[in-house]
């Protein structure tokens, strides 16, 4: 397995250019099997989920061609299996978003559970339960989600817990339902918000989406479009916190900021002072030692989960004592022993994670466990004394685009060393 080598290197200074989003870019992949006709995606990560998706849609008969500038072409037409197998989902829990676009489009579905993860059960009830309030049949046999569906019909949905991809799955079948479906609780997310723009394209009737009530009218096709997926806001963050933890200084292009609010709230609590335009964000935080930060997750516009094992890697070597606490997801702290190798000071209560700024953290050779805790080794990586091995690096390439050359771009001394 590859693994990355990061050295201590100094203050990171330059510029890195921010890659389309992975958590907008895999439920619009799925909605295109909503199309009855070609759809071409732009802007696309180049990242392992992406690839995933991909070879899922080729694997039920779907055309899919890259195009150039990061662009990926979709012909639904040719779908001839609605099968998700668990060999592909167990790689990508993300795979159940085509169970709604297949339900709603051609009346059935076999995909199989994703199963948990580092991070926790994850379960898919809610998409379950939504998809049936909408009149589709449901039974989960050997593993598998067995759906059948004539055509869904819309219904008035409460989520019991605000859920991403469960908003999307139930706001894709909607798409194509009989009548009107009114989903409550829904998620907020600038990428659920992505989304429903891109469906809005295709043709379908949506309100209130970037709202907790989302109203979806029927329709009775969605036709093919061309759509370019929003910037990634982790991404961006992550790399904030990767000028930030070094007392440096880096300028974000082809951002979105007003995604980040939450973020760069906690940025300027931190010390950070920032330059916010339309599509860029600069950071500097030169001279100065960041600020320790209370952290606390929330569901969009509060704090993002994905962001979380990163803010704990800058308070590792703040000014203070912090608390974060995970709301989320209940076993997202993953990255703390791994942190606690390298000489961080941080004690866990249920919950809340208690960090207690050190002068230097040492490098040491750690092991990534889920997407986002991978990345905040690399970057408690980027100021410890000495050499940091971050291994199982496969769950950085599943989310961030070729993360060694950017960030090599800000300075960084890191590099790849295949396993
Ligand atoms: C999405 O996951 C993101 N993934 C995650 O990003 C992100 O951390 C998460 O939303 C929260 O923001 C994608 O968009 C592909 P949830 P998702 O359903 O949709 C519970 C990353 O690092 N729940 O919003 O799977 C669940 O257990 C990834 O890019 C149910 O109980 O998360 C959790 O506690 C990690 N029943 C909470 O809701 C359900 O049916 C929020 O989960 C569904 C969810």
Redesign the pocket.
């Known amino acids: 397995m590859d693994r990355l080598i990061v050295r201590g290197n100094g203050a990171l200074d330059g510029e890195v250019r921010i890659s389309g989003a992975?958590?907008a870019t895999?439920p619009v992949l799925a909605a295109t099997l909503l199309a009855d006709s070609p759809v071409r995606v732009g802007n696309v990560p180049h990242l392992h989920d992406v690839t995933t998706t991909i070879e899922l849609l080729g694997r039920m008969g779907v055309e899919v061609t890259l195009g150039d500038r990061m662009a990926v072409e979709v012909d639904p037409g040719t779908i001839n299996s609605f099968s998700a197998p668990y060999d592909l989902v167990k790689t990508m829990?993300?795979s159940i978003l085509v169970l709604g676009p297949l339900l709603a489009r051609h009346g059935e579905a076999e995909v199989s559970l994703p199963g948990g993860c580092a991070?926790?059960?994850?379960?898919?009830?809610?998409?379950i339960e939504g998809l049936r309030a909408m009149g589709a049949e449901i039974e989960v046999d050997n593993g598998y989600i067995i759906a059948r569906a004539g055509r869904l019909k819309g219904a008035r949905i409460v989520l019991d817990?605000?859920?991403?991809?469960?908003t999307e799955n139930l706001m894709m079948a909607a798409c194509l339902a009989d009548g009107e479906t009114i989903i409550e609780n829904a998620?907020r997310?600038p990428?659920v918000v992505d989304l429903a723009n891109f469906l809005v394209a295709m043709g379908a009737r949506i309100r209130g989406a970037g709202t907790d009530t989302l109203r979806i009218q029927g329709v009775p096709s969605l036709h093919g479009v061309e759509y370019d997926v929003l910037p990634d806001r982790?991404e961006t963050g992550t790399y904030l916190v990767a000028g930030a933890i070094t007392r440096g200084h880096v300028v974000i292009r082809n951002s979105c900021p007003q995604t980040l609010d939450a973020v760069l709230q906690k940025l300027r609590e931190a010390g950070a002072k920032l330059r916010v335009e339309d599509n860029l964000i600069e950071l500097d935080m030169r001279g100065r030692r960041p600020q320790a930060v209370d952290v606390r997750t929330a569901p969009y516009p509060g704090f993002?989960?994905?962001m979380q094992a990163q803010f704990m890697a800058m308070n590792l070597v703040a000014e203070g004592v912090s608390t974060i606490a995970e709301t989320?997801?209940?076993n997202r702290f993953m990255h703390v022993q791994e942190m606690q190798r390298m000489g961080a000071h941080i004690r866990v209560e249920g919950n809340v994670a208690v960090v207690t700024g050190v002068d230097h953290l040492n490098g040491a050779p750690v092991m990534a466990t889920d997407?986002?805790a991978s990345a905040s080794l690399v970057l408690a990586g980027l100021v410890a004394e000495g050499e940091t091995t971050v291994d199982r690096i496969y769950h950085i390439d599943r989310?961030y685009e070729c993360i060694e050359e950017k960030l090599g771009q800000l300075g960084a001394s890191i590099r790849r060393v295949p396993g």
């Open positions: 992975k958590n895999l829990r993300a991070i926790g059960s994850r379960p898919v009830d809610l998409h817990t605000v859920t991403v991809t469960g998620a997310e990428e982790i993002p989960t994905d989320v997801f209940e997407l986002r989310g």
